[in-house]
């Protein structure tokens, strides 16, 4: 197992395989590259929860490892426009995007899920990350 201390800095690293002594060459030849990065991303709420078919809103995204998004996105996708440049808070702890609810978006629930270059939000839905549309 590879082991990484908590304040390792946040960068690409080469890695070398050994057997004792002996250096174990990559079967590719190459080679290997670790990015270590902030972790996995996780939502812990959304300022707003629901909102009517025909708004257009700002989506804020509490949580934690938002640092390099690259994308926000809802599963299911349908009824949903996100803004094309999220804004996130210098540490990393929210997200914060522009979302356009056409006047026809299908009703009810999505999870809104947040991807970064480290990984994404979860699938599956909890109050914090479930976003939900009604009518007007």
Excluded at 13 to 40: D, F, H, K, M
Excluded at 55 to 83: C, D, K, Q, W, Y
Excluded at 100 to 129: E, H, K, Q
């Amino acid at each position: 197992g590879v082991t990484i201390a908590g304040d390792a800095p946040q960068t690409l690293r080469g890695v070398q395989l050994s057997n004792g002594t002996v250096r174990i060459p990559s079967a590719s030849g190459v080679e290997a590259t670790l990015v270590i990065g902030p972790g996995v991303p996780d939502i812990v709420s959304l300022a707003t929860i629901l909102a009517r078919q025909g708004e257009t809103l700002s989506l804020v995204i509490r949580g934690s490892n938002f640092r390099n998004v690259v994308e926000v996105l809802a599963e299911p996708a349908s009824g949903l426009v996100f803004g094309q440049s999220p804004t996130v808070a210098a540490d990393g702890s929210q997200v914060t995007v522009g979302l356009f609810i056409p006047a026809d978006a299908p009703l009810g629930g999505r999870v809104i899920r947040v991807r970064t270059r480290s990984g994404i939000t979860s699938s599956v839905a909890a109050p914090a990350n479930t976003f939900t549309v009604f009518p007007p």
